[in-house]
């Protein structure tokens, strides 16, 4: 898990942001296009072309027949079952196609979010950083313990619950990507917050289970530690011509590639 951010961080660390972070726009034009473009090629060389075709020359048959027939109801019902019958054969053929692009698709989305999607928290702001423990941990929250970096001062003594969880409220009073120190059970596990200065990749959970490949602003936590979540709150940065956030940059990015894909397939010649 770890390995592969590693590597897919290091491309998109260099293919992202040509002309800077607050440029969003075009990465955020360009690589929704590139993936709209590759679904097609995807498509082309996967997928079955001559029977995507016949089946949707076979739908566009049906529904002719509903609109001839339309005062016959035995046709008409005849006619409706055969569409649905042939649209889940067009359905399966589209699988395969969308199970091959699956993994680059989000690949691509994931780091267009960890780029754009968050911004640094300003100086002066206070935030929450939430430990979870392991449900099979041998510590107890009580052996939980944090180190601040200087720029980083705590705003309220830390919360402990029953569950496994600890909450400390803590204040950014300079700019700079700082690193906190969370020692559990004298084990270490370091949490950055990047704080003012320009639009960068903001890191903003560490996570141990499969959903630190959502998350690739910093390491995962490793498999067999005492801590499953180091969280910080987030900044939604704001877009100023598209939708902002997680959800939005995933939408935006979705629609576009698909939008371009079939904007472009007869100069690619493929059916969809």
């Known amino acids: 898990m770890q390995t592969y951010n590693d590597v897919a961080g290091a491309i998109f660390d260099f293919l992202l942001a040509p002309f800077g972070h607050d440029f969003a726009l075009f990465d955020l034009v360009l690589w929704p296009a590139v993936m709209g473009v590759a679904a097609l090629q995807v498509y082309k060389h996967v997928s079955n072309q001559r029977a995507i075709a016949r089946v949707k020359k076979q739908i566009s048959m049906h529904l002719l027949e509903i609109r001839l027939f339309r005062n016959d109801i035995a046709q008409v019902l005849k006619s409706t079952g055969a569409i649905l019958v042939k649209n889940t054969v067009y359905i399966g053929h589209n699988l395969l196609p969308m199970a091959v692009m699956l993994v680059p698709m989000v690949a691509v989305m994931v780091q267009l979010v960890a780029h754009y999607a968050y911004a640094p928290s300003r100086p002066g702001s206070v935030e929450l950083l939430h430990l979870t423990l392991a449900p099979t941990a ?61 639009p960068r990749k903001v890191p903003v959970k560490r996570l141990r289970s499969w959903e630190a490949l959502l998350y690739p602003g910093e390491a995962a936590i490793p498999s067999g530690a005492p801590v499953l979540s180091l969280e910080l709150g987030m900044n939604v940065r704001p877009l100023a011509y598209l939708p902002d956030g997680e959800l939005g940059i995933l939408i935006w990015a979705m629609v576009l590639s698909m939008l371009a894909g079939f904007a472009l397939k007869d100069l690619f010649g493929v059916t969809l």
């Open 138 to 198: 041998s510590v107890s929250p009580r052996d939980v313990s944090l180190k601040l970096p200087p720029g980083v001062t705590l705003d309220a003594p830390a919360v402990r619950t029953a569950d496994g969880q600890v909450f400390w409220r803590v204040r950014a009073e300079q700019p700079g990507d700082h690193v906190l120190q969370v020692s559990v059970g004298g084990e270490i596990f370091e949490k950055g917050w990047a704080v003012g200065g320009e």
